[in-house]
């Protein structure tokens, strides 16, 4: 029997729950790369890790390795990376007790390809005599930018100096790896050097999971996502700030749900007859099959949206900016309606509400549009075309 390539991933998070974007996608990575290859993972992580979680991930990995992050030693880094001129959430995750740890475990693996998602994790395959491949996922130094663009303070400053340095990191850690892998066209065109092969991966959604469900719509709007990420709370106070007054005084009885995991306490002043703050919820789709409209005001932040592939593949119409549709690439009046500031959304937002013809088109158009373009069989092709090039060429 001929013995399967071995691929080394390491992850800044543990890849489950499936409630943030970039364990979703590492998620459905190892598991369809499951079938071609042997996966050993290396996963950090700030939080304990439930063991039976960790039992569904081992369920296609030959090796689950979990490194947790001492919260000193976060804070050490943190420090040392404000010192160094290292991008802050790279010194955060970045702990050389255990690079040394999965350094040693990797020279008894002798893995065919090392794999590393986000530049969070750049710094632990430094050194190592592996083909080595980086997942950018977004171009986060875009994202930080746009961040400071609209911040004030402190925070300005922060974002401006992270975006500056994040900015340097990314072109300098592409001469660290064999190639690297970024979630969209338009976050690819945000990277001005680029030395080795980098190739779009998108995001994808399990289309057959996410499907359209006939339950009546107790909501009028829906926003979901993981509500501690700051473009999310951006987004979030565009609606409920600018949008919703303005939708209310033409329907007093819209109702809002938002839902998602971390809500943060300043969110609760929000509650209100017209809005439910329902927070984590066990199955999201109960939160899509729910509502009648997806809106996601989205100004800040990066890449492919997790919450967009979902809602349009269980036929929900979406509304949301041209930022996050750069990367989606629907086709605006036919997949998906676009607008761009608090006047547009309202006006958006109205149109749908009164025209279920105009509800029911962009449900079957985004379905289709979802299926066609972006199941994970579909996204995850490029990234199994470009490892096995890579590995036929060793």
Known sequence: MVSRQKIAVILSRFPYPLDKGDKLRAYHQLKELSKLYDIHLFALTDIPVNPEHKKIVAAFCQAVHIYPLSRPGMYVQSFISMLKGIPLQVGYFFQPHIRRKIHHELSHLTPDLVYCQLSRTARYAVGLPYTKIIDLQDAFSANYHRIQMQSRGLRKIFYQRESRLMKLFEENMLDWFDAATIISDSDKNQINRQPNELVVVPNGVDTEFFKPQLKPAVYDLLFSGNLSYLPN???????????????????????VNIAGADMPEALRQYASSNVTLSGWVNDIRDAYAGTKIFVAPLFTGAGLQNKLLEAMSMGIPCITSTLANSSLQAIPEKEILIADDAESFVFQINRLISDPSLRNLLSASGREFICRRYSWAQANAPLRKLLADIMNDQ
């Open 233 to 255: 709370q951006h987004a979030l106070s565009f609606l409920l700030e600018k949008i919703l007054p303005r939708v209310v005084k033409s329907h007093p009885e819209l109702r």
